[in-house]
């Protein structure tokens, strides 16, 4: 049995969880800074920090509490090394340096992107092979897990990210920060077929979201000229019908070009209610996605993905704000 102390602080959401075997979540909490940030219309980097100082041991030890455990029953620490903030990323890690070197434990620095990913074995029977959309604020990848250790980016967006997409369109039409959520809710109203947005023609399993934020613009612009009242249920729906068209379409062409059957959801927009109903529609596949609460940045996915890849660091590890280029070397 190995039981794993998970701490994230990669954006504006300090968390720290304990998952035994990268499969039971004995505890997880979280603080979300999208209150302070939402006057800003996104998050401020410096501000973040200073907030993430303030809570992450009051989160350690309501994780410890939670779990009716106590540090010298835990067998490493784990956290998130990289992409994100740097200067958020950095104080995770230093917290998670200081209780591997005080409480004599491994430390344990994952991937921000695969913890997403590994969110999805928590409570259940997951296990690779499998094709995995990643939808997150800041990231869109496609990626082929082979094994635990061998893991193919397939594709990835080549401009905005799916939930900046969202974000962008949500400020656009007045919805506040974040986008995603209220979009989501407001779409359900709304008829997708209202407007033809484009998908973005992009070669391959690679991804494009700025020219539909710009077309949404140009209808925004268009619909002003002949209206004081936009309609922004049919707006929201047409966008998301455009940004959910794509991602399945290219994440089925994926998986059937590589026998498999099984589908994984990771990120943020992962709890997309359109998104889901896409996918579980789809006959032939076993679709995996995160309860609501491990889509966003959360400490479980991070303790579970130390558990089948974290690397074992030394304390004078450093943090990293991108994630490598494909083809690359970190």
Same mark, same amino acid.
């Given at each position: 049995m190995t039981v794993l102390l998970g701490l994230e602080t990669s954006c504006d959401e300090t968390a720290a969880a304990i998952v035994k075997d990268g499969r039971t979540l004995l505890s997880s909490c979280l603080v979300s800074q999208t209150p302070i940030h939402q006057k800003f219309g996104g998050v401020v980097p410096e501000v973040a920090a200073r907030s +993430? %100082? #303030?809570?992450?041991?009051?989160?350690i030890d309501e994780a410890l509490s939670k779990a009716g455990l106590t540090y010298d029953q835990l067998d490493g620490i784990a956290c998130t090394r990289g992409p994100g903030l740097i200067g958020t990323l950095l104080i995770g890690l230093s917290a998670a340096k200081a209780l591997s070197w005080s409480w004599n434990l491994p430390l344990k620095t994952v991937d921000h992107l695969f913890a997403h990913v590994c969110a999805n074995f928590i409570d259940t029977d997951l296990e690779p092979p499998f094709v995995a959309l990643l939808v997150s604020g800041g990231h869109t990848q496609i990626l082929h897990f082979k094994n635990f250790d061998d893991i193919q980016i397939l594709g990835e967006t080549l401009d905005d990210a799916a939930g900046e997409a969202y974000d962008k369109v949500g400020r656009l039409l007045g919805l506040g920060y974040p986008g995603g959520p209220v979009i989501d809710k407001i779409a359900s109203k709304g008829n997708p077929n209202a407007f033809k947005f484009p998908e973005g023609v992009v070669k391959g399993y690679d991804f494009s979201f700025s020219g539909l934020k710009t077309a949404v613009l140009r209808q925004v612009e268009k619909l002003q000229k002949v209206t004081d009242e936009l309609p922004i249920e049919d707006l929201c729906a047409s966008f998301q019908e455009a940004v959910t068209r794509v991602l399945v379409k290219k994440t089925l062409k994926a998986a059937d070009e590589l026998g498999l059957k099984t589908i994984v959801l990771a990120g943020g927009v992962a709890a997309n209610r359109e998104l889901r109903s896409k996918f579980e529609k789809a006959s032939g596949y076993r679709v995996y996605f995160p309860s609501n609460h491990l889509c966003t940045?959360? =400490?479980?996915? %991070? =303790?579970?993905?130390? @558990? @089948? +890849?974290g690397?074992? &660091?030394?304390?004078?590890?450093?943090?990293? &704000?991108? #994630?490598?280029?494909?083809? &690359?070397?970190?």
């Open positions: +993430h %100082v #303030q809570t992450i041991n009051l989160m940045d959360n =400490a479980a996915m %991070v =303790a579970a993905a130390a @558990f @089948f +890849h690397e074992n &660091s030394k304390l004078n590890v450093g943090a990293y &704000s991108r #994630q490598p280029v494909r083809g &690359s070397e970190e």
